[in-house]
């Protein structure tokens, strides 16, 4: 599940519609599957562009410029739910979440670089479990949307950059099955596109629907889906997300969606344009190997127009990671295909045991005729990790006691080429301290995040009743939580205990979109009010597979009554827990 995206290009035709003044495109014509693909644009997020001096942004621009894209769409400029803006608005209620003014920023980038512009309107959390079904709350995002849009252009509709509009609601083939939700959509996206249509004549209205091929429609469904949207709703462009990236689909399934998809606005709207939306990260949230992102390029050319990102400012650019991405990406523009010479193999892998959850390796840097842009680490034949980068040592944390553990690596460059693996090297962790009563069992504790009415904490208590979930998501043991935002448990031992170990178990569904947190703090307190930091337990090392995770914080010997840990959750998805543990002797 990804809050996403889309972003366009091309001369404008002017055709009055009977459901309002609207704008469109010219006729969607597909790329000459002889020619290269190549991407057009890219996504930008608000937090990445406040983050940017504005001479980072002027460089950024020149980045997008130097690679052959010529356009940029601001992902959103409000949300909606929490009643902030990127930007100084005049939106009653509302206040800023950007330290800048993200929008007026991005527009004098992209005027000055000769970029088009395209303007997210709002997101909205409440959208993930709303969708269609409530047709009210839809109906007053329609009306904010509006607002929204209004103020925008009042402020910013002198930019020359400033070219159109993108809706972030995404709609998918899982949530939106029956024809109530689809006409409910259609009545949406006409409100809106009618707005925007009137207000800026000439200016294209975005989407970016996605699919998800582990269920949910099928593509021919998915076709029939969109030919009654769209033979109500005035959108421009339907720029499709491939999924790619998070898992929804491989390379090989594109042309049976994006056929599904064009099939639908040639019967619906044949002067709506299909674009791709091609990711450029995989799923660890890290950049895709270009290999990839051109080969589904390729499957995706013969249905679409033109090929947008998500994202080349944050996945591809050296201003956020190495610059051999951007390097191999413009090497294969002037070749006309990807490089494929792998990297040397690393030598002199070496694995030292640390303590009982703990294996360090090191190893000699691998070379590579453009450069290596990481490590893969095996562990019992497993891909349990990728380093992104040039270092030559990782340390192997969260591991099981008393277990011995054989490691090889192999070194990647940028195009997605793979070295050999090197010769294994092994280590045993020792054994753990005995730490067998919980004092956590059964005790009350706070949250400082609900859990999610759809995996709730059953009675509040699911955290210390002692069961553990299985290795599925619809296990009611666990509760869950969609935040990208750290969140906090709390559980009162009802008096000062001494212990030596904390635990906690997590949940990894990939193909579900639950992940396992990125890191999680432990602190205690002895009144509920003052905490102190005893230790933070970072992400384990593991392979794809559905698993449960233990974290453990072991060799301390703490005293409180209240102990907490604060979760950093991975991504914008969710995190799903069952228990906490206070553990001694």
Not at 579 to 584: A, C, G, I, P, R
Request: include cysteine; proline fraction near 4%; charged fraction near 15%.
């Amino acid at each position: 599940m990804r809050h996403r995206r889309i972003r366009m290009t091309g001369a404008l035709a002017a055709t009055a519609c009977a459901a309002g003044l609207i704008m469109p495109l010219a006729a969607s014509t597909p790329a000459l599957a002889s020619s290269p693909p190549a991407l057009n644009g890219s996504f930008i997020q608000p937090q990445l562009a406040d983050e940017l001096s504005d001479t980072q942004l002027a460089t950024e621009d020149s980045y997008l410029t130097r690679a052959g894209l010529t356009q940029q769409v601001l992902q959103w400029t409000a949300d909606s739910g929490a009643d902030t803006t990127v930007y100084p608005s005049g939106l009653s209620g509302y206040t800023q979440s950007t330290s800048t003014d993200v929008v007026g920023r991005i527009l004098t980038a992209a005027d000055n670089a000769g970029l088009k512009e395209y303007l997210g309107l709002q997101v909205n959390n409440d959208w993930w479990t709303n969708y269609a079904n409530d047709s009210s709350w839809l109906d007053s995002q329609a009306t904010t949307a509006t607002q929204l849009a209004a103020d925008l252009y009042s402020k910013y509709g002198s930019h020359s950059s400033f070219a159109g509009w993108y809706i972030p609601f995404e709609v998918d083939n899982w949530n939106f099955t029956t024809s109530t939700s689809w006409s409910t959509m259609a009545s949406f996206y006409t409100t809106v596109a009618n707005y925007l249509h009137n207000l800026t004549p000439g200016l294209p209205v975005i989407i970016a629907p996605f699919f998800n091929t582990s269920g949910g429609l099928t593509s021919s469904q998915w076709t029939t889906m969109w030919e009654s949207i769209l033979a109500n709703a005035p959108i421009d462009v339907v720029a499709l997300q491939d999924g790619v990236g998070d898992g929804h689909a491989t390379t090989q399934q594109l042309a049976t969606w994006f056929a599904a998809t064009q099939a639908a606005i040639q019967d619906a709207s044949p002067s709506t344009q299909l674009w791709a939306d091609t990711d450029t990260y995989n799923t660890s949230f890290e950049p895709m190997a270009i290999g990839t992102v051109v080969a589904d390029m390729t499957q995706e050319q013969p249905y679409v127009s033109d090929f947008l990102s998500f994202s080349y400012d944050h996945y591809d650019s050296p201003l956020q990671v190495s610059p051999y991405y951007d390097t191999t990406y413009r090497d294969y523009l002037s070749a006309g295909s990807v490089e494929t010479s792998p990297p040397t193999t690393p030598a002199g892998l070496t694995a030292t045991d640390v303590d009982a959850q703990t294996i360090d390796l090191s190893w000699t840097a691998s070379t590579d005729n453009v450069g290596i842009a990481g490590y893969e680490i095996y562990r019992n034949g497993d891909l349990v990790k990728t380093i992104y980068g040039t270092a030559t040592t990782y340390t192997d944390s969260q591991l099981n006691s008393s277990t011995s553990y054989t490691y090889e690596i192999a070194a990647f460059d940028a195009a997605g080429n793979a070295s050999g693996d090197s010769t294994s090297a092994t280590a045993a962790t020792t054994a753990a301290p005995d730490n067998s009563v919980n004092l956590a069992a059964g005790k009350s504790y706070t949250a400082s995040t609900a859990a999610s009415s759809s995996y709730p904490d059953t009675n509040g208590t699911e955290l210390t009743d002692g069961v553990f979930g299985s290795a599925s998501y619809t296990d009611s043991a666990w509760q869950g939580r969609l935040t990208g935002s750290p969140y906090s448990f709390t559980v009162d031992l009802g008096s000062d205990e001494t212990f030596q170990e904390v635990d906690s178990d997590w949940l990894q569904v990939d193909s579900a979109a639950i992940y396992l947190p990125a890191q999680i703090q432990v602190s205690i307190s002895t009144d509920g009010t003052n905490f102190t930091s005893i230790g933070t337990m970072n992400a384990p090392a593991v392979d794809s597979s559905d698993q449960t995770r233990d974290y453990r914080l072991l060799y301390i010997n703490a005293t409180a009554r209240y102990v907490r840990i604060t979760v950093t959750p991975a991504s914008s998805a969710w995190s799903f827990t069952d228990e906490l543990q206070v553990k001694t002797t």
